[in-house]
């Protein structure tokens, strides 16, 4: 990754334009945005040019914009933290950046300014930090995106870029918060298959992913856990999460093949983990072999993990109309650690022996 020095100009909304905050004990999730979003351009002869601070507003694009047509879109999920110093903290964000990167080269856009996205970052949250929540367990979630936007509706990679990051204050992802949620096995539906884009955080990943999971909210579940694309044997991840495993006191996670997401959480739940001693394994895990274990009563816990979900216990599995209980529903002391040591490094309440915060 190239250096790329460039000044960021900013237009902020001082002097009129800055909205009304919302009420901090009843964000939900993504419905409010902040005052600003930072934007810069990718082209072709250019490269990044043009990285700028304005007030938080809709972007003209014509009809004919690649984006619109093909799905060159990826984004990255993260969030900014409210210590009790009142200090803001990032969490690991060089890592989202270096993840965009890496999903950018899979469908033919511009290497990511890291650096410069970085600093993007900083001057944005820096700028609208009096909307990073001070109210308990709520944080400032923040959505890198790069898409085309060059005007051309043959099928190639375009040639102009727009990234941009937006911000909004947020609970809770799911409306359980830490209550067990109620997951379904999709046998019907694939989200990935090897040599696909599984692994990149692209946009067509999570659209291709909707039908399958309002199916599962219709049914009364929170969301779908996926089987491979191959044999729909093997398990992948959750929608909106990775996903772990407490099977005979050992965690398990399924190993990073090219179909999983490589999650930052999921990163840092098994280095937390593997710190504390006991078995981590990242491998193949089947639906028979959970199904086998819960009945056995061998499988102690499971859990998703992810930025917005964080750590979210899973109390029941459907697979092919059979139910399993798991923990009896209850959340289990590993996801209870997990979930307790992950926010205390986040919000800045104990010392960060990883080195994973970043402050402004
Ligand atoms: C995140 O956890 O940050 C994600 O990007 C998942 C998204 C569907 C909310």
Redesign the pocket.
């Known amino acids: 990754m190239s250096q790329i020095n460039l000044e960021i100009t900013v237009h902020s909304c001082a002097g009129g334009q800055c909205k009304q905050k919302p009420d901090e004990n009843n964000l939900g999730f993504g419905q409010y945005f902040t005052d600003h979003m930072f934007t810069m351009r990718w082209n072709k002869d250019k490269g990044w040019y043009d990285p700028r601070i304005e007030p938080y507003g809709p972007f003209s694009l014509t009809p004919a914009t690649l984006v619109f047509h093909y799905g060159q879109a990826i ?4 969030k900014a933290y409210r210590g009790a110093d009142d200090k803001i903290y990032f969490f690991r964000p060089k890592n989202n950046f270096a993840r965009m990167s890496r999903s950018a080269e899979r469908i033919c856009m511009p290497l990511l300014a890291e650096d410069l996205a970085l600093q993007g970052l900083k001057s944005l949250v820096s700028l609208d930090q009096e909307w990073v929540p001070r109210a308990e367990g709520a944080t400032l ?1 923040i959505r890198p995106v790069m898409i085309a936007v060059e005007p051309n509706v043959g099928l190639r990679a375009a040639l102009d870029y727009l990234f941009f990051i937006i911000a909004c204050p947020v609970g809770a ?1 799911y409306p359980e918060g830490f209550k067990p949620t109620k997951i379904y096995v999709e046998d019907k539906y694939v989200r990935a298959v090897p040599g696909g884009v599984g692994e990149a ?1 692209t946009a067509a990943n ?1 659209a291709a992913s909707v039908l399958a999971q309002k199916e599962a909210k219709d049914k009364g579940f929170s969301e779908v856990l996926w089987l491979d694309g191959v044999e729909r044997r093997f398990i992948e991840e959750v ?3 990775n996903i772990f495993f407490v099977l005979d006191g050992e965690l398990i996670t399924p190993p990073l093949q090219g179909s999983i997401l490589p999650g930052i959480t999921r990163d840092s739940v098994l280095q937390l983990a593997r710190s504390w001693g006991g078995k981590v394994s990242e491998r193949a895990v089947s639906i028979d072999e959970v199904m086998v274990a819960a009945a056995d009563g061998r499988l102690q816990e499971s859990f998703g993990t ?4 964080v750590i979210s216990p899973i109390g029941e599995l459907t697979y092919q109309g059979r139910t399993v209980q798991i923990n009896k529903g209850e959340a289990g002391p590993m996801s209870r650690r997990l979930y307790d040591e992950l926010q205390a490094i986040q919000f800045g309440r104990q010392p960060d022996p990883f080195g994973w915060r970043v402050t402004i």
């Open positions: 984004f990255e999920g993260m979630y992802y955080k999570y929608g909106t999460s992810g930025t917005a979900a």
